[in-house]
């Protein structure tokens, strides 16, 4: 996939047309509005996950499992792996050992 768009629609949520790459990205950002938005499976419209060449043809399906297909069903793509959440920066204070005497 060198260039399109994915289309994402789902009951009361904002129909987005969003450029796209790569199947990887276009996983991605399926993911992200599934997740966001909260939908189900049932709540994406037809076309939810369509990936579109910039002539208007579809060139792939994003399932609601992130999965890429070719418009012939052909399952192209896994999703890729998530991305693990940064450590927390938060720091804990070591205390020292408590005085048994202290109130």
């Not at 969003?18 to 049932?42: C, H, K, L, T």
């Not at 890729?80 to 720091?91: K, T």
């Amino acid at each position: 996939m060198s260039g399109g768009y994915i289309y994402l629609a789902a009951t009361g949520c904002p129909t987005l047309k969003i450029p796209v790459q790569s199947a990887d990205i276009a996983s991605a950002i399926f993911q992200q509005f599934r997740d966001r938005n909260g939908i189900a499976a049932s709540d994406m419209t037809a076309d939810c996950g369509s990936v579109f060449a910039d002539d208007g043809t579809i060139v792939a399906k994003v399932s609601y499992n992130g999965r890429v297909w070719s418009p012939q069903g052909l399952l192209l793509q896994e999703p890729p792996a998530p991305v693990p959440a940064p450590p927390s920066r938060r720091r804990t204070r070591r205390r020292g050992p408590r005085d048994p005497l202290a109130g």
